[in-house]
């Protein structure tokens, strides 16, 4: 009988690839962002501008005072200072108000105190510099009209002294040094002078966050160089 050969199985597989192992799926990779997905920037006017400067004087001390204005329609503009000449019968001199931020579309006065060395002060111009630029929006404060006082004396060397008074209503939190200032205008609407001076924030009126902003009594002293027809309070937290 004819025996049959057994053959190792070794020897048929001996030629032939073993399959590649099968790893786990790659994970997706996600399309990166396209350029048309993203949000357009706004166009924005980020300026701040001067829109009207003026001084108000008596005895030994002058008070300069611009109007400022944020144009920029979706930017805080931070640090703002304004940059006062003072001219008098001395010649000129140089001083920078307080720094301030303006919300957007925000106008502001600002004014600083000058003393012998503006003495009779008869004009003052005003420039502007920015700190920079923000989304966010500023602390505001409103801007009232003020109701203006003659002092005692009221009339002085050039000029005459007095106290712009009203409120102010702003989402300021109670504590917070705040910075005043006062315009005074005569009756073409030209500035004749103002005030300024700070005070702690109380809040006597609503409350942070309310639909009703904490409102404050305030008082301004002022110096102008012509009894004024009427008289504006403004506010901005000092920074």
């Given amino acids: 009988m004819t025996s049959l050969l057994a053959l190792p199985v070794a020897a048929c597989s001996a030629g032939l690839s073993a399959p590649s192992p099968t790893g786990p799926p790659s994970p997706a990779v996600s399309p990166s962002t396209s350029a048309s997905s993203l949000p357009t920037p706004v166009p924005d006017d980020e300026q701040v501008v001067v829109s009207a400067a003026g001084v108000g004087d008596y005895d030994l001390q002058a008070i300069p005072v611009a109007l400022l204005h944020n144009l920029a329609d979706h930017h805080a503009a931070t640090q703002v200072i304004a940059h ?55 602390v505001a404060v409103s801007s009232e009209p003020a109701t203006f ?30 910075n005043l200032f006062a315009s005074c205008a005569s009756g073409t609407g030209a500035i004749v002078g103002g005030g300024v001076t700070q005070i702690v924030w109380a809040g006597t009126q609503g409350s942070t966050g309310s639909a009703t ?27």
């Fill in 84 to 138: 006062f000449t003072v001219r008098g019968p001395g010649g000129t001199y140089a001083l920078d108000a307080a720094p301030v931020s303006l919300t957007a579309g925000q106008v502001l006065a600002v004014a600083a105190l000058c003393t012998s060395a503006c003495q009779s002060a008869t004009a003052a111009a005003a420039s502007v510099s920015v700190g920079g630029w923000e989304a966010s929006a500023a």
């Fill in 149 to 178: 006082v003659c002092g005692t004396p009221c009339s002085g060397t050039a000029g005459y002294e007095g106290e712009a008074s009203g409120s102010l209503t702003g989402q300021v939190v109670p504590g917070t040094l705040v």
């Fill in 213 to 239: 902003p904490p409102a404050e009594s305030v008082a301004v002293p002022v110096l102008v160089t012509a009894l004024p027809t009427s008289c504006e309070l403004y506010g901005a937290v000092a920074v």
